[in-house]
């Protein structure tokens, strides 16, 4: 099955910094999510885009679903401690083969004090 | 509280036994996915679920099986074909039974495989 292309692989950065992550596809998807994952834990959903050029937002987060529906980004504002994790982005293609999402490899965010 | 469980969190088995992975979700989700994670990978499909009584293969899923004999309930087995079992299996579920463009999953907590 196909993985995401997703970058950074890792980023280090100070606390209060902005932080961008984002994934490409040779594929076109319908939807795509971005989660975070720490250590031991399963993925909690942090946003979910429906439609080619939707921006949204979650607190400090914000989220685009390309026009070209073969990317999207995620941006992070004012980073603090708790948002070191591993993000990563999935998509979802309606219509064909299996139902479950794809995923790229994640963005490890580690925040330096 | 709403959600979807998994146990047990860590499992440690001899190589060559079988061993079932347990999934609960009492969101009343139709559908129910495995996934499995290597280290510095992201996740593959396993196995998923539309309904209960069929399920369907998904990207890696030899040495696996499934079964869903109840809506809540979907356990996966990993048996003494697959290769490599040791890692960290993830369950997800989502409300309808095809995912739709406005759908999401949501996952559980993990069970981390070893095989000695």
């Known amino acids: 099955g196909q993985q995401l292309n997703q970058s950074p692989q890792s980023m280090f950065i100070q606390e209060g910094e902005d932080v961008s992550m984002n994934c490409t596809s040779s594929s076109i998807f319908n939807t795509w999510l971005w989660y975070k994952q720490d250590p031991g834990e399963g993925p909690v959903l942090l946003i979910a885009?429906?439609?080619?050029?939707e921006l949204t937002s979650n607190g400090r987060l914000t989220a685009q679903f390309g026009i070209t529906r073969k990317d999207s980004f995620l941006n992070i504002s004012a980073s603090i401690p708790s948002d070191v994790g591993i993000y990563f982005c999935?998509?979802?293609?309606?219509?064909?083969?299996?139902?479950?999402?794809?995923f790229g490899k994640g963005t490890h965010l580690i925040i330096q004090p | 509280d709403g959600g979807i469980t998994q146990s047990p969190k860590y499992l440690f088995r001899k190589e060559g036994q079988n061993v079932t992975l347990s999934c609960e979700q009492n969101l009343n989700h139709d559908a129910m996915y495995w996934y499995r994670q290597d280290p510095g990978q992201g996740l593959r499909l396993i196995y998923y679920s539309q309904i209960v009584n069929d399920f369907q293969k998904g990207d890696i899923a030899e040495g696996y099986s499934v079964s869903r004999e109840k809506k809540e309930s979907f356990p996966l087995t990993v048996t003494s074909a697959q290769k490599n079992p040791t890692a960290f299996y993830l369950c997800?579920?989502?409300?309808?039974?095809?995912?739709?463009?406005?759908?999401?999953?949501?996952f559980g907590p993990g069970t981390r495989l070893t095989v000695l």
């Open positions: 997800a579920s989502s409300p309808k039974r095809r995912m739709t463009s406005t759908d999401t999953q949501y």
């Open positions: 999935a998509g979802h293609r309606s219509g064909g083969g299996a139902d479950g999402l794809t």
């Open positions: 885009l429906y439609k080619a050029g």
